[in-house]
């Protein structure tokens, strides 16, 4: 009898209705088409449907095979950002006996990073819909050991009965009702000490993977009685196999293992009774050293070690992790390096049991190499990574990370096995067998996995540049089509930041990361000319390791960027030379306005800082109780109109950070972006990531944020998004939208036609034609902002025109109509029927030659432009 713990952990059901007073605006969203573009650790076929399929992956959440589209379906985009970290998947297990069910062991982190616990995720209907049953600990879908696997397992005797093997001291976890339930095998001995780093204080490396695959036996039972003889690998380098041969009521290391290395997969022959390990000397995904392959004899007890290369020999630089069994003809197996990053991972492939190998390539004369296979990547030809390397290395290659490598239980001739970059596969697997070559292809269509870290949309060009995590980013020509290459010259290894010159949209400039060792003669910030399609590299400041933010001026004159952890610096041209921006904090967020060429902005501390002077030097505004950290943009077309993303909501300044208003209802938001106007508008369409009404979701503002509408929904919220974030200044209602894993959306309108009567207008700022003479010492410029009905916004700069400081000033107008200000900001008003006369606030009186200051105000009335005069005090 099974010794469980007496708790029981219940289901829950993971999605509910929120309920929210904000309306909504129907749309279809699509991926703008990269294919892969992260790691793949685990693909599972179903051993009793054809065709039924499911891939995992690190970030990104799980995806169902479509035989008819030869593509991937994603199948966790309902998770939101309360459970961001469901989009790492530990482990994925489908039902050989009802094949409808299948399930998911979810959870991305297991140190502070995630503040989740995992969970069990079960589908009645292949992935379409799921419920959920919460775990009392974390799971690590993106921590070091998830290529191994897998750790789910369904009994193909009894499928009401699951294992689970969890990390970090959890041991082994047992359902009997489907995954609704779960409780701890009290009896299992061995909860797995490994781990790569025990002291790492980030509690990332001292991650211990734990009990990390389950296999059953099927012969041990029949069908409908649980299966009785059961094997579990654990992550221990003294004891890495486990067998129960009752039905796990009492569990034992099996006898005569191999010592020394952790056994990666754990795959069973039942025709010839055989069970293989592969072994490395860590938990993977991104090394191993040694390691070997073993076959255990299950009626014997026999051990055989049938390494291709083993690891007392000096050719073994690699563990071994990947392995899979070809079900239609059981002698033929193959066998994945762990990890081979130089020159290449290896396959190997025996069709006796491992009594003997071939390898998918063998030396000839080095640098040469002879292949047994082909490489065609014509649908992917990114996937070269613009690299033109010497032999023995070639492009592409055939892969890294190779912890899961799938021979189809129902076809030999397709393979697939998934890398750090993509899925690849095969259609004619056995033309290695007959002497031929086989043809390996890009098998990743509709699963896209990248993290996007900045998006932008020019006006002109391509519709769409995008920054990326690992594989640096793309210039979009066409939405549906995956792009030649992404960017070179030099590469990133991520694009941390873009921008683009809003009158002159053919610049453009990126920064980014890459290891400084490797490549230490080039710069982390990148210019282009041509809208994206070529690039040229600029010189860098000394210190710089990785991209920061960087802006481009309005006519792409000049460039301010504020490399991580090094002073702020701006250049007049493309990068020829950097010159300190004074005033502006390290590790500043940077922007420009999209109007004045001359005017840049930084958001730092909660914070707004601006420069008028081309970024040589920034002032902080008087503007207080803005988020610590946060994303802000400003409006094309509108000179000084910002917003303001972060903790706490959304502000909007029209008066170039001088002054911000917070937007009432929204209690949180992640970005801000815009697009063109709905039609009849005068403003832009305002996109943005935020919670409103207490929903958390993705939303579109037609009248400049005074109302919104909801335009995702419950099903299409794929976790953590909104780190990018824009819309289309070209197609009304489309929206770029950036995910942490889920690549890049894009979505557009499918609702009727919109006209909206304007109730926003803001018009660009103008400066007036001062009256005041040169000698008096200061000018005025009465700058319009926002309107509404009955209202309006303006803001008015002082500049001091003498040759001396003044300690004070005093600015009139007279309005033709009856405008009443309502309240002032930077200044003390006071107002004689349309005479205005504004003085001086107690810490912007003292402005110095040449040097402006500022104040804005509200008012009643109709929105003119009155000529405005100065005087100093």
């Not at 290395?393 to 490598?405: A, D, F, I, R, Y």
């Not at 972006?673 to 996109?687: D, E, L, R």
């Not at 939303?699 to 335009?711: A, K």
Request: charged share 15%; hydrophobic share 35%; aromatic share 12%.
């Amino acid at each position: 009898m099974l010794t469980a713990a007496a708790v029981l952990l219940m289901a829950a059901v993971v999605r509910m209705s929120p309920v929210s007073a904000v309306a909504s605006d129907p749309y279809a969203f699509k991926n703008v088409r990269i294919d892969g573009g992260g790691f793949v650790p685990g693909i599972v076929f179903n051993p009793t449907e054809r065709n039924l399929l499911y891939a995992r992956t690190d970030i990104g959440g799980a995806y169902r095979w479509n035989q008819s589209t030869k593509s991937w379906t994603p199948l966790l985009d309902w998770v939101g950002w309360d459970k961001w970290g469901y989009n790492g998947v530990i482990s994925l297990a489908t039902d050989p006996v009802q094949t409808n069910r299948v399930y998911a062991a979810v959870g991305m982190y297991t140190n502070s990073w995630d503040p989740n616990n995992g969970a069990i995720l079960r589908s009645t209907d292949k992935g379409d819909t799921w419920q959920a049953t919460p775990l009392p600990f974390k799971l690590g879908g993106n921590m070091p050991g998830r290529g191994m696997g897998e750790a789910l397992s369904v009994d193909p005797n009894d499928n009401r009965v699951l294992y689970f093997g969890a990390p970090n001291g959890n041991g082994l976890w047992r359902s009997t009702d489907h995954g609704a339930t779960w409780a701890k095998v009290t009896s299992f001995p061995n909860a797995g000490d490994y781990a790569q780093d025990p002291n790492d204080p980030n509690g990332y490396l001292s991650h211990r993977p734990g009990v990390v695959w389950v296999t059953f036996d099927k012969r041990s039972s029949t069908s409908g009685s649980a299966t009785r003889t059961i094997y579990v690998g654990v992550a221990d380098k003294e004891n890495t196999v486990y067998r129960t041969t009752d039905g796990g009521a009492t569990w034992s290391r099996l006898a005569g293992q191999p010592t020394g290395y952790i056994a990666h997969k754990g795959v069973l022959d039942t025709v010839n009774g055989y069970l293989y390990i592969a072994t490395s000397d860590t938990g993977g995904p991104y090394d191993g050293g040694k390691g070997d392959v073993w076959r255990y004899a299950t009626a014997t007890g026999a051990w055989t070690q049938i390494s291709p290369v083993p690891s007392s020999s000096s050719d073994d630089y690699f563990g071994y992790s990947g392995l899979t069994i070809d079900r239609q003809n059981p002698e033929t197996i193959m066998v994945a390096t762990q990890i081979s990053w130089w020159p290449d991972v290896i396959f190997f492939r025996s069709t006796d049991s491992g009594a003997t190998w071939t390898r998918v390539w063998d030396w000839t004369s080095y640098p040469d190499r002879s292949f047994r296979y082909t490489m065609n990547i014509s649908e992917n030809p990114w996937l070269t990574f613009g690299t033109n390397p010497q032999p023995p290395e070639v492009t592409s290659k055939l892969g890294w990370m190779t912890e899961s490598l799938e021979i189809d239980p129902f076809d030999s001739d397709r393979m697939m096995y998934g890398t750090g970059a993509t899925i690849y596969g095969t259609e004619n697997l056995t033309q290695w067998d007959s002497g031929g070559k086989f043809t390996i292809r890009p098998m990743a269509r509709g699963l896209e996995e990248t993290a996007v870290l900045d998006l932008i949309s020019p006006p002109s060009g391509a519709p769409l540049i995008s920054g990326l995590g690992d594989i640096a980013g793309f210039r979009h020509t066409d939405l549906d089509a995956v792009p030649s290459m992404m960017f070179t010259q030099p590469t990133f290894t991520s694009t941390t930041s873009l921008d683009y010159a809003e009158k002159a949209p053919s610049i453009m400039v990126r920064a980014g990361n890459f290891t400084d060792a490797d490549r230490p003669n080039d710069s982390h910030v990148a210019f282009s000319t041509d809208g994206g399609a070529n690039w040229f590299q600029g010189t860098e400041p000394g210190g710089v390791n990785e991209g920061g933010t960087v802006a481009a001026a309005a006519d792409g004159s000049r460039f301010v960027w504020a490399p991580k952890g090094v002073t702020p610096v701006y250049s007049v041209g493309y990068g020829n030379s950097w010159q300190t921006a004074s005033g502006l904090p390290t590790d500043a967020v940077v922007e420009s306005d999209r109007v004045n060429p001359m005017t840049f902005y930084g958001l730092s501390g909660g914070r707004l800082y601006r420069s008028t002077n081309g970024g040589a030097t920034f002032t902080a505004t008087a503007a207080t109780g803005l988020p610590t950290t946060g994303k802000f943009k400003a409006v094309p077309g509108a000179e000084g109109d910002l917003w303001v993303a972060g903790e706490g909501g959304i502000w909007h300044s029209t008066n170039g950070g001088a002054s911000f208003t917070k937007l009432s209802g929204i209690t949180n938001a992640v970005n801000v972006g815009f697009g063109k106007a709905a039609p009849g508008a005068t403003y832009q369409a305002v996109f943005a990531v935020a919670t409103i009404d207490g929903v958390t979701g993705l939303y579109r503002s037609d009248d400049g944020g005074s109302s919104w509408l909801r335009i995702n929904d419950d099903e299409h919220q794929w976790g953590n998004m909104g780190e990018a974030l824009t819309g289309d200044p070209r197609v009304y209602g489309r929206v770029y939208l950036g995910t942490n894993g889920r690549g890049i959306i894009y979505g557009d309108r499918t609702g009727p036609p919109v006209t909206v009567t304007p109730t926003v207008s803001v018009t660009p700022t103008v400066s007036v034609t001062p009256t005041v003479s040169p000698e008096t010492g200061c000018t005025a410029a009465y700058e319009p902002g926002n309107s509404w009905p009955g209202g309006f916004q303006a803001n008015v700069t002082v500049k001091n025109t003498g040759t001396s400081a003044i300690s004070g000033w005093k600015v009139t107008w007279t309005w033709p109509d009856s405008q009443r200000v309502t309240n002032l900001w930077g200044g003390t008003p006071t107002q004689s029927g349309a005479s205005v006369t504004v003085t001086n606030a107690g810490y912007n009186g003292n402005v110095g030659p040449g040097a402006t200051t500022s104040f804005g105000f509200n008012a009643t009335g109709e929105n003119t432009r009155p000529t405005a005069t100065c005087t100093p005090a």
